[in-house]
């Protein structure tokens, strides 16, 4: 459905630029007013397109610094333009009126290496610029002068200013996204980081009207970060399959356009409701079949099992599961999957056909597109391609194919996806028990008893969901949340002490079995002791006791005494010699023990 919507969405290119950039179009910047358009190359160029009567776009301006020109920023108060090298340095360019020249004004050092961001605050003067010297800086407009320096641990690839609350946004090669503030000094303060991307976050855009913070990263994401709505929600859209590059967002139809190395283009309906993303559960086993990931060798070995199988998250729940336990791939564009994701077997029950509808409209660049900028007036979308060629798009039939099918969409459900019964084999039943009666026997576990939650080391698929908040369980009991949250330290100490327990138990099992091994000599006689018959009244019965124990003693231990009994025949004839042994019964166990007492020093 994907791919006929972008087959039908095409959007009509008006213009493409190609033949004068060598190398990848690293920025651009669009003035329909004036039909001009700015582009900046690794290749040492900017040029300065002017639109002919026919429609067709020329370079007018052709400037060549001695360095690749990495960002532009335009200030239309002064028609500054402010250019960021390779080598580290800004330059200033006045621009004519008519865009028919341009004249360099001043240069001066910000960095000390590539500039990768340049944005202007014309009511401060100043200049605020990241590069991969791993540096923030704050420079004045009037003299060129740093006022301030920010350093990072990594390269910043990103930056975006809102003017409004003085603060900058920043994206660096870590995947890490940086809120600054700046005094009117022009003094740079950090005020959090957020984290979300494993990847290089390649672009950061600031949206004042709905307060949205977007960060978009080689790991192939678009992170959306409410920061207005103060509930910490994040929201992830997924539309591409290669790296995320360019951002630009339409404020008055609330729609954001991606590109990236894979070609497309993603017109996303940000007026449509989402779902936040689920935090991705911690486990050491399969929370569907309770299966032990490759590491836990801990109940491996309780289970008496062997297990090579990695874990893997389900991306509507969260749930760490096995790869048998999460083999379908569904989309979900209400959560921004646009794409095919990885679901676990529980949640791929509750995917109903119209839950995959999209809510974008793609269509094909045909180039690996570095940058974007899309203009309100003339609703054109300008891109820049590794390449070195530039397109001039029409985006208003695509608007209009997006809005026609956001509103064919049915209405939002919120997802509550219900997990299974976890499935026990006989060893985990069996573990389950046995760690059961453990707990249960301790006095810490039968004083949590009471307590809403329980201590079952059965089932950790719910105790992983109770962090979420009440449990299905908990509401059909009527359970509070704030009862659920008192208990947790009584069960958490009740585990602790059954778990100290049932090693102490272990020990002293393991202890015991060391001195019965080490003693066995010394307890022979005890042991047969025990076993044999009461005091005899009779001299009759004491001489067939007698001989009835002689002749077990000397079974049990004549593997052990062979060499012996071939040095010392004579104490095998004086065990079988019965009519030798006395008639007193005291006289008959005393000499039994001092004949025993020989054969264990032999």
């Not at 409701?273 to 060798?297: A, G, K, N, Q």
């Not at 391609?385 to 099918?405: C, F, N, T, Y």
């Not at 060893?427 to 026997?441: I, L």
Request: a negative charge; one cysteine or more; aromatic letters at 6%.
């Amino acid at each position: 459905s994907i791919r006929s919507m972008a087959a039908s969405c095409n959007p009509k290119v008006l213009a493409e630029l190609a033949g004068h950039h060598q190398d990848v179009v690293n920025d651009v910047f669009f003035f329909p007013s004036h039909g001009a358009i700015v582009t900046v190359s690794d290749d040492k160029h900017v040029l300065v397109w002017l639109k002919r009567d026919d429609g067709t776009y020329w370079p007018s301006v052709d400037k060549e610094m001695p360095f690749p020109v990495c960002c532009i920023e335009y200030d239309e108060q002064t028609h500054a333009l402010y250019a960021g090298l390779g080598n580290g340095a800004i330059t200033e360019f006045k621009v004519a009126e008519d865009f028919n020249a341009m004249d360099v004004v001043k240069g001066f050092s910000a960095h000390s290496n590539r500039v990768t961001a340049i944005r202007s605050a014309p009511d401060k003067n100043w200049i605020i610029s990241c590069a991969r010297d791993k540096t923030v800086t704050v420079s004045s407009t009037e003299n060129g002068k740093r006022l301030s320096t920010f350093e990072n641990d990594s390269w910043f690839s990103s930056l975006d200013y809102d003017p409004t609350t003085c603060t900058v946004f920043t994206g660096d090669y870590l995947g890490k996204v940086t809120m600054l503030s700046v005094n009117s000094e022009g003094k740079l303060q950090h005020t959090t980081t957020l984290e979300g991307h494993t990847g290089s976050v390649r672009c950061v855009l600031w949206v004042p009207s709905r307060k949205w913070l977007f960060s978009g990263s080689f790991d192939k994401s678009i992170v959306l970060w409410d920061i207005g709505g103060r509930k910490g929600e994040v929201f992830e859209l997924r539309a591409h399959d290669r790296k995320v590059k360019a951002l630009s967002y339409i404020a008055e139809t609330d729609t954001l356009v991606s590109t990236g190395d894979d070609g497309m283009c993603v017109v996303w309906d940000m007026s449509l409701p989402r779902l936040p993303v689920p935090m991705w559960e911690d486990s050491s086993t399969c929370m569907l079949c309770s299966t032990p990931f490759f590491w836990d060798f801990r109940t491996m070995w309780s289970l008496k099992s062997f297990s090579l199988r990695r874990q893997h998250h389900c991306r509507l729940c969260g749930s760490a599961v096995c790869d048998e336990c999460s083999s379908h791939r569904a989309r979900y564009p209400a959560m921004g999957f646009e794409l095919m994701v990885r679901v676990c077997d529980s949640c791929s029950k509750g995917i109903e056909q119209t839950d995959q509808m999209p809510r974008t409209v793609r269509f094909p660049a045909r180039h690996e597109i570095h940058c974007c900028v899309y203009n309100i007036e003339s609703q054109t979308l300008l891109l820049g391609a590794e390449d070195g060629v530039i397109k001039v798009v029409d985006l208003s039939h695509v608007l209009r194919e997006l809005q026609q099918k956001s509103a064919e969409l049915p209405p939002l459900s919120e997802w509550r996806p219900v997990m299974p019964e976890r499935e026990h084999s006989d060893a985990d039943a069996d573990a389950s028990v046995q760690e059961a009666d453990d707990a249960t026997s301790s006095p810490a576990a039968v004083q949590s008893t009471a307590a809403p939650s329980t201590t079952s080391t059965a089932t950790p698929k719910p105790k992983a969901k109770a962090a979420k908040g009440t449990t299905q369980a908990q509401a059909q009991s009527g359970a509070s949340a704030d009862d659920t949250a008192a208990s947790i330290p009584q069960v958490a100490a009740a585990q602790a002490k059954a778990q100290q327990d049932k090693q102490d138990k272990q020990q002293a099992a393991m202890a015991a079995a060391a001195a019965s091994m080490a003693q066995v000599e010394t307890t022979a006689g005890d042991t047969q002791k025990e076993k044999g018959p009461k005091e005899p009244n009779s001299a009759q019965s004491v001489e067939a006791s007698a001989e009835a124990s002689a002749e077990a003693s000397a079974e049990e231990v004549k593997p052990q005494l062979k060499p012996v009994q071939k040095q010392k025949p004579k104490q095998t004839a004086r065990v079988v010699d019965l009519a030798a042994q006395p008639t007193d019964a005291a006289e008959a166990q005393a000499e039994h023990d001092d004949f025993m007492a020989s054969i264990l020093e032999d």
